[in-house]
């Protein structure tokens, strides 16, 4: 038996594809490896080098004056740098400039006169021959090497913030009207786009061609204008969700009845001749022959369309508020980072909880994007 013989195009494009994936797989992979990475170790090494020993310059605060003990006339201050952790000190100092001027068991002559000594394990003892004094504790330089330590510590801060499980909810009930809504009134317009005769289609189709390149930032402010001066006739508080959700409907449109305009053309015609024979009506063609065989495309652009919102802060910001009870997810995890300074294991953890959500719609709806997306290529007969 002959094998079949790949043509060039096709191993250019199965390589291609195996890069995509890759891109795609390594920053969230290493975006997960982070998040259950220890925070020091976070800092010292990357992702890659989870599973490796990794060496790393610290600092330790000892005890403080108060738990000094007095050992034949010598005061004694001791403990273990690590803290009950799993390491080892390749190197310690006395000040920050040479943290690795002297090896496990060797004692450093300090400038107050007192003696350090630390051991490989951890163990330091600082003495003096005279009472130490003061209320905090001195800080020990030293170079250890750690074995991997991974904790879900990281991810307990997180969702044990306050406020962040209101902000779960708010994201949901923005995320879900706002792929809904316009997924149903874009079926309707692209079924007549494709379908009805009506004066103006042609212009009407160019419009929304000419859509797609306006700009969120450009259109959200005349938007919200717009909104308000409408809001304000009808009564309707000016910040809320139905704004929010009206807002990504108008933004989302454009590209949902593109794509399933050209879907739903492509269907063969010779079904839609047949219903129109049996004196079926334009809803009822929509309703039950367009529609279900609709649902790749229509998963397709709920994919990325929960994704948008999902993810989306700005329109949040606008048209929901930044208050407790408004903030969406995105926003209540920046909020926490900001408060917290430089702390990427908040930043690791926080964005991956973020993509959770959006990850299990994608797997749940992926079967369908492939043939949502190929769709049209190949027509009726």
Known sequence: MVAKKLSPLTIVV???????????????AGLLISSLRDKDQI????????????????????????AQVEENGVFVISGNVFEGNAGNVSAFGININ??????????????????LTIQENGDFRIESTTAFEGT??????????????FTLENYQTVLTAEGLGKSFLNSLTVAIPSTIIPILVAAFAA????????PGKA???????????????MSLIPLLKMYNGVGAFFGVPAKGYLGIWLAHMGFGLPLAIYLLRNYIAGLPREIMESARVDGASDFEIFTKIVLPLSYPALASFAIFQFLWTWNDLLVAMVFLGTGDNELVLTGRLVNLLGSRGGNWEILTASAFITI????????GLQRYLVRGLLAGSVKGG
Do not use: H
């Not at 199965?14 to 969230?28: A, C, D, I, K, Y």
């Not at 990357?46 to 004056?65: D, E, F, H, K, V």
């Not at 040479?98 to 003696?115: L, V, W």
């Open 136 to 149: 905090r504790g001195d800080r020990i330089f030293f170079t250890a090497s750690v074995p991997p330590r």
């Open 14 to 28: 199965n390589l291609t594809v195996l890069l995509l994936v890759v891109l795609w797989t390594l920053p969230t």
């Open 191 to 198: 079924y007549a786009l494709a379908w009805m005769k009506f």
């Open 356 to 363: 959770i959500v959006p990850l299990l719609v994608f797997f």
């Open 203 to 217: 212009l009407l189709l160019a419009v929304i061609v000419g859509l797609l390149v306006v700009p969120l930032q």
């Open 43 to 66: 800092v010292a090494s990357g992702w890659w080098t989870a599973l490796g020993t990794s060496s790393q310059n610290a600092i330790y605060r000892a005890p403080p004056p108060s």
């Open 98 to 115: 040479a943290p690795a001027a002297y090896e496990p068991g060797q004692t450093a002559e300090r400038n107050d006169g007192s003696k």
